[in-house]
């Protein structure tokens, strides 16, 4: 195993930039020239750091970017004015400002969400950017599919909101086609109704991109889990979009022990050894970012070796067994995500046995882990 001493921290995240820019090529692939990619950059850029994947998003010609909020928009809008950036969220009051500091498209789901935006273009002097949302069936944001026509009207007699882009979101894209399939034709009836537009379409996120055709009048697609290498659905064969891990996590051995069969392991008594063991303690726990649920039942790898997880992840600290295997040592790497082809660990896995979700692995990656990057372009 190749490992610079250099490259070891107590916890560190490595991020691949290289394979993230494959995957973005790939995705770019997969959709006709002429719809846009909108690259889903939110929490952090799903943790694998803002400013390192935008600028690469930049490079690979991605032109349209999606935040949950207006202080995710203000670092993309640092790094470069002119890209459009899309609000996914709801935008509270007292940030409505920041909307027309940093040139911001809102989502408008309610004809209040309207009568305050078109209010303050009215103020700026130029109309406000805004996407309206349908709800088709996912039951949070947008106006009810049946409502939309007339939200659609009442936006029409505002000068002061510019609507650029009309969406939708499927819940159940990774499940149920049958579901997405009647979620897409409620979003194509909004869109009959409401006629010959000059708007950017968009529905699909990285699941709904498996099931994407051209043939539909959308023309652009909101790529979140996918860029980083993750297939929504976890069980099924790889989709038709080939894409490669992005990030690792790593911590190491803090220290190593024996300890007699029948003593409890980490807080509440929740696992007691069966048998005379060398237990390892690793130098991060749910503070940093492993995933409580893998409590007893996760793994790590050290020096290529599974290694199980024993009683409760703690906030610092997580205890693993090292007993029979091949030597250790205080200071080696553990891996709680792995993207070493020969021995891989990858997200879906271990949010899998976390009884978690890919996305909330990946978010949970905390400030206090270490971002290294490789891959990095000339430019
Ligand atoms: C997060 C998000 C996406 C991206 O979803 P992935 O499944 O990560 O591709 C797309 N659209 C909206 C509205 C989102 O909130």
């Known amino acids: 195993m190749k490992e610079k001493t250099t490259d070891l921290h107590r916890c560190w995240a490595e991020i691949?930039?290289?394979?993230?820019?494959?995957?973005?090529?790939?995705?770019?692939?997969?959709?006709?020239?002429?719809?846009?990619?909108?690259?889903?950059?939110?929490?952090?850029?799903?943790g694998h750091g803002l400013p390192q994947i935008v600028r690469r998003l930049m490079q690979c010609g991605v032109d349209y970017f999606a935040v949950a909020n207006t202080t995710?928009?203000?670092?993309?809008?640092?790094?470069?004015?002119?890209?459009?950036i899309l609000i996914l969220s709801p935008v509270l009051?007292?940030?409505m400002d920041c909307l027309i500091e940093d040139?911001?498209?809102?989502?408008?789901?309610?004809?209040?969400?309207?009568?305050?935006?078109?209010?303050?273009?009215?103020?700026?002097?130029?109309p406000m950017k805004a996407h309206l949302k349908v709800d088709t069936g996912m039951g949070r944001l947008g106006i009810w599919y049946e409502q939309a026509?007339?939200?659609?009207?009442?936006?029409?007699?505002?000068?002061?909101?510019?609507?650029?882009?009309?969406?939708?979101?499927?819940?159940?894209?990774?499940?149920?086609?049958?579901?997405?399939?009647?979620?897409?034709?409620?979003?194509?009836?909004?869109?009959?109704?409401?006629g010959q537009r000059d708007w950017l379409v968009h529905a699909d996120n990285s699941a709904g991109l498996e099931s994407y055709t051209s043939d539909t009048s959308f023309n652009a697609v909101r790529m979140g889990l996918l860029q980083f290498g993750v297939h929504p659905y976890p069980d099924s064969a790889l989709g038709r979009v080939s894409v490669?891990?992005?990030?690792?996590?790593?911590?190491?051995?803090?220290?190593?022990?024996?300890?007699?069969?029948?003593?409890?392991?980490?807080?509440?008594?929740?696992?007691?050894?069966?048998?005379?063991?060398?237990i390892g303690i690793l130098t991060a726990g749910y503070g940093d970012g492993v995933p409580l649920g893998l409590s007893n039942c996760g793994h790590v790898l050290i020096r290529g070796q599974r290694c199980p997880i024993l009683g409760r992840v703690t906030m610092?600290?997580?205890?693993?067994?090292?007993?029979?295997?091949?030597?250790?040592?205080?200071?080696?790497?553990?891996?709680?995500?792995?993207?070493?082809p020969e021995q891989p660990l990858p997200v879906a896995e271990v949010s899998k046995a976390a009884t978690s979700i890919p996305w909330e692995t990946l978010c949970n990656i905390t400030k206090r882990v270490v971002r290294t990057y490789t891959g990095m372009r000339e430019m």
Not at 108 to 122: P, T, W, Y
Not at 173 to 182: E, G
Not at 316 to 340: E, H, K, P, Y
Request: charged share 25%; glycine share 6%.
């Open 93 to 95: 009051p007292e940030e």
């Open 103 to 126: 040139d911001l498209i809102s989502t408008v789901s309610c004809a209040e969400e309207a009568v305050q935006l078109n209010a303050l273009g009215k103020r700026r002097g130029i």
């Open 244 to 278: 490669e891990p992005v990030i690792s996590f790593h911590s190491r051995i803090g220290l190593i022990k024996n300890l007699p069969a029948g003593t409890p392991i980490s807080y509440n008594k929740t696992y007691t050894l069966e048998k005379d063991s060398t």
């Open 316 to 340: 610092d600290q997580t205890v693993v067994d090292l007993t029979g295997g091949r030597s250790v040592q205080v200071g080696d790497r553990a891996t709680f995500i792995g993207n070493d």
């Open 16 to 46: 691949d930039l290289a394979a993230f820019e494959r995957n973005v090529r790939s995705i770019q692939s997969a959709i006709p020239p002429e719809v846009h990619y909108i690259a889903v950059v939110k929490a952090n850029a799903y």
């Open 72 to 84: 995710e928009a203000a670092e993309i809008r640092q790094m470069g004015i002119g890209w459009p």
């Open 149 to 194: 026509l007339a939200l659609i009207h009442t936006i029409d007699g505002m000068p002061d909101i510019s609507l650029e882009g009309i969406y939708t979101h499927f819940s159940s894209a990774d499940t149920d086609a049958a579901y997405t399939a009647k979620q897409r034709e409620r979003f194509i009836q909004v869109l009959e109704k409401a």
